[in-house]
């Protein structure tokens, strides 16, 4: 039986969902079962960006659309962020040593097979429709949450 890894990811930065993705990748690679729940944050790393929409939606849930990332790539750091300066230096920077992009992690995530979840408060709450996630996204509860991450052998807090 494989090993098991959950990942908890609440933030929405760049740099933290470049170390869960990081992880989550080289877990799998090392055969380890990986299941991602996104929370609050975390839910901007998995929308689509191509399907962002305000249908059906209430004011509020229109106007906190229009200002939350889309996807990976809108995602801020969460240090020196300086307005973008710094997530553009730090981008720069992985380009010079050959480094993927969030986007390319993200990516193989979903190659690999891992798991993805969205918790559904956190969905209804911020307003995000299932479909504006990616397909690969599993809208459970947190108590179904909780279940996977009890038969975990390891998990982690991002």
């Not at 229009?66 to 380009?95: I, Y």
């Amino acid at each position: 039986m494989n090993k098991k890894m959950n990942l908890l990811v609440f933030s929405g930065d760049y740099d933290k969902a470049l170390a869960a993705l990081i992880l989550a990748n080289s877990a799998r690679e090392l055969d380890v079962d990986v299941t991602m729940f996104f929370a609050f944050w975390g839910l901007c790393l998995v929308r689509d960006p191509e399907k962002a929409t305000s249908d059906d939606k209430t004011l509020y849930e229109k106007m906190f659309g229009m200002v939350t990332p889309k996807g990976p790539e809108e995602l801020p750091l969460s240090r020196m962020n300086m307005v973008g300066l710094g997530k553009q230096m730090l981008l720069e920077m992985m380009e010079d040593d050959k480094a993927p992009s969030l986007t390319d992690f993200l990516n193989g995530a979903r190659k690999k097979g891992v798991k993805f979840y969205g918790c559904k408060l956190s969905v209804d709450v911020m307003g995000f429709k299932p479909e504006e996630l990616l397909p690969e996204v599993e809208i459970i509860t947190a108590k179904e949450y909780l279940s996977d991450a009890l038969d975990s052998d390891m998990q982690l807090f991002i």
